[in-house]
């Protein structure tokens, strides 16, 4: 039977406030605080806080064979700092139990590594360097931005010094083939690719509440012997923190559910192992070609959650050419400014899809429209353009006696 691996992202963007055309120039600040700070605090309250307390009983609770991971964005480490420092320590007691494993990630959540390499390995090192001072530890094992992967981005991630990436299970790069199994992507020489499965993950993420799914309601013991069952070395089931208590709501069992299946997975002689022991554990014998960026969004499972308008496109492009200009001017706080409007999160709630995909993009925005969400983006960014200049402008003309 294979054992576990169980993975949390956690991640909260910068919103921006409705900066309008008669801001540029004249308003410097454009990110939402008070938004930020209560969408977070609302969270907390109904996930991270008790997800964590639950999870910390459940590792005492099974004497420590209870194992986990989390990826822990850098803006929400910041948000936290400034918001809720309770919630942060809240992490930081977890994590100090030595029971859950941190990955690595870009610091910004940003799509960086699909425009510069440069700029992608400057993020991933400022995550490190933030997770060392907050949490003590350095990850070996890098999931991307919203589980964005192909050969070249494992090939990066392996020139980084990582033993292990995560990436979601595409059926159709698998071709047929297992997602339990470790994989490894063509010319890399030890960097292991580690794949989500998609159905058992999702029926945790996405399925659990729903009254018209065949198999509702889902318990642990249930689950566990769904686990049991299941071919190859490891399962991976990689999920949305916010999976717990917020998008998964109280009165749907999901605590419940959760304080329970630790056990339930060791009653059935399951082990539970992290990203990194799972490296450790297995060989990886099969090849994962995968050319094209996937990604674990939307049903297409590529990058058109985020380009899949002309909106996003120029979004993205404009934000990205600026990498020069910023870096020259050798400022961190316009460094710092430029680097969070490449949260991937900007360009997601641009998106003009329909359908399921479309109404989970408008769920998480918090604008009126698409259309509303890149007025903002481009004015803002238009404000940044100008700020740039001026330093350039002080240069250039002698100041007046």
């Excluded at 480490?77 to 859950?100: C, K, Y």
């Excluded at 299970?169 to 960097?191: K, M, T």
């Excluded at 916010?242 to 709501?249: A, K, L, R, V």
């Excluded at 238009?382 to 200049?389: H, V």
Aim: glycine share 6%.
């Amino acid at each position: 039977m294979p054992d576990v691996c169980l993975y949390f992202q956690v991640h909260q963007p910068n919103r921006l406030i409705p900066y309008d055309f008669f801001r540029i120039g004249e308003h410097a600040f454009y990110e939402d605080d008070g938004l930020n700070g209560e969408v977070l605090s609302k969270v907390a309250e109904k996930c991270y806080l008790p997800a964590n307390a639950l999870f910390q009983k459940a590792i005492k609770e099974t004497k420590g064979r209870f194992r986990m991971a989390l990826s822990i964005s850098g803006t929400v480490i910041e948000q936290m700092e400034h918001h809720r420092p309770d919630v942060l320590r809240s992490f930081q007691d977890l994590v100090a139990t030595g029971n859950v494993e941190l990955l690595a990630e870009t610091y910004y959540h940003s799509l960086a590594i699909l425009h510069s390499k440069k700029e992608f390995e400057r993020q991933v090192e400022l995550h490190l360097d933030k997770l060392e001072e907050v949490f003590h530890v350095r990850p070996r094992v890098f999931r991307n931005t919203e589980l964005i992967y192909n050969n070249a981005i494992a090939a990066q991630a392996e020139t980084m010094g990582f033993d292990g990436i995560l990436a979601e299970g595409v059926p159709w790069v698998l071709n047929g083939q297992s997602p339990n199994f470790l994989y490894r992507a063509p010319h890399v020489s030890q960097l292991k690719t580690i794949l989500r499965n998609i159905g058992l993950s999702d029926d945790l993420g996405f399925r659990f509440s729903d009254k018209s799914w065949s198999e509702w309601p889902l318990t642990p013991e249930k689950f566990a012997k769904w686990l049991k069952k299941a071919p190859g070395d490891v399962v991976n089931l990689f999920l949305d923190y916010e999976t717990i208590g917020e998008h998964q709501w109280k009165d749907t069992g999901i605590f419940e559910f959760w304080e329970a299946l630790p056990e339930a997975v060791l009653d059935e002689d399951i082990k539970w192992v992290t990203p990194g022991e799972v490296v450790d554990l297995f060989r990886a014998s099969k090849d994962y070609d995968c050319h094209w960026p996937t990604s674990w969004a939307d049903a297409e499972r590529d990058l058109s959650a985020w380009t899949g308008n002309v909106m996003q496109q120029e979004a993205i492009a404009k934000i990205h050419r600026l990498e020069e200009e910023v870096l020259a001017a050798k400022d961190p706080s316009l460094s710092h400014v430029w680097a969070k409007m490449q949260t991937s999160d900007h360009f997601y709630w641009m998106s003009t899809k329909g359908g399921t995909d479309g109404s989970v993009h408008q769920y998480f925005s918090p604008y009126g429209s698409a259309y509303d969400g890149y007025i903002y983006f481009m004015n803002a960014l238009a404000d940044l353009q100008i700020r740039l200049k001026r330093p350039q402008e002080k240069k250039e003309s002698p100041e007046e006696e």
